[in-house]
């Protein structure tokens, strides 16, 4: 793609994102129809499949920058990806919210801890890695790789727990939360979903899989032109606007969740998309049968140290529940949103410097 004009190759790139967008809400619908039918959330089967369905783009995006050799691409996308999808709880937060309290005061929850906690493991986990040696590598895996996937699994096996019991004063769910149990808008979303047939349910959510699939590689392709054109390097691209671009489902079905009432699945969707990201990593070792994390740059530590303190700015926030809203959000979202907006100032500043 790298012969195209640059501006088809923005159009392609937008198309692609229109695609993704698209697909994602299908995707959602599908997963909530197929969820409810099959019984897939009462399983740790179901949760695993579940957040691969929601991180298609991201997955796609990793495969093909791996199978040609582009690990940059991938290493910023994955990382990126984490620390825009926290801003989409910004976004959230601000169209969703209208007339109540903020975001994390009506999601706040002892189980949402447990997954913000998973997050920040799995990124010091990354952190670790990157500091290995590239010669510790043995049947297409690294010990970091495999690290980040148990620690993920384990974190799913406490979420679940945790939404089943905990031993505090009303299972961990704060007062003046949401008044319906969390997953209830899926629930609505599964019974409007009758009128299709399973085996209907099934080939609309394969054929936007397949969407979201190709889609996510013309995002990748065309994306690394674009850079290529505007001088870009390949991280920055990656972690920026390749990043928005894949979150555009995840701001879609959030936005049908908050307005639902259901603001605990809208933080659980997030933080359990960032969780899942670095996994990723563990695919596109064995892809590219080279040591990912050992290649990381300056501005991928720097992408993975501002995510943690995203989520740590959440975590916090669901902790201390602050009900004052300024500028339309509340207090959290706007420290996390000045430190994204000072975080990428400092990407450029770190990225010139390497």
């Known amino acids: 793609m790298g012969s195209l004009p640059v501006v088809l190759l923005i159009a392609i790139f937008a198309a692609a994102g229109g695609v993704v967008w698209v697909a994602g809400i299908e995707l959602s619908k599908q997963t909530n129809v197929l969820d409810d039918r099959l019984h897939l959330g009462s399983a740790l089967g179901g949760l695993i499949l579940l957040a691969v369905a929601t991180n298609l783009p991201e997955l796609a995006i990793t495969v093909s920058a791996a199978a040609s050799n582009s690990i940059g691409v991938a290493v910023g996308n994955i990382l990126g990806g984490i620390a825009i999808q926290t801003v989409v709880l910004v976004i959230l937060d601000v169209l969703g919210t209208k007339g109540s309290g903020p975001l994390s005061y009506r999601a706040a929850s002892l189980s949402l801890v447990i997954e913000a906690v998973t997050v920040i493991a799995v990124l010091g986990a990354v952190i670790a890695g990157s500091q290995m040696p590239d010669t510790l590598i043995g049947l297409r895996l690294t010990p970091a790789a495999v690290l980040i ?199 450029f500043a770190v990225a010139s410097t390497t």
């Open 149 to 347: 996937a148990v620690f993920w699994v384990l974190g799913l096996i406490l979420v679940r727990r945790s939404q089943k019991s905990l031993p505090w004063h009303e299972q961990g769910h704060a007062p003046g939360g949401q008044e319906k149990p969390q997953g209830h808008s899926k629930t609505t979303a599964a019974h409007q979903g009758r009128k299709f047939s399973t085996g209907k349910s099934v080939l609309i959510f394969s054929v936007a899989a397949l969407a979201t699939l190709g889609a996510g590689v013309v995002l990748e392709r065309s994306g690394e032109a674009i850079a290529g054109h505007i001088g870009l390097s390949g991280v920055l691209f990656g972690a920026t606007f390749l990043a928005l671009a894949t979150s555009l489902p995840e701001i879609s079905t959030g936005l049908a969740s908050v307005k639902q009432g259901d603001y605990k699945l809208a933080f659980s969707d997030i933080f359990g998309g960032n969780a899942f990201l670095p996994v990723l990593f563990l695919l596109a070792v064995l892809i590219s049968g080279k040591p990912v994390l050992p290649q990381a740059k300056a501005t991928d530590i720097y992408l993975t140290a501002l995510a943690i303190l995203l989520t740590l700015t959440y975590l916090l926030g669901i902790l201390f529940r602050p009900q004052k809203k300024v500028l339309g959000m509340g207090i959290d979202s706007l420290v996390v949103l000045v430190l994204y907006l000072i975080g990428v100032a400092g990407l």
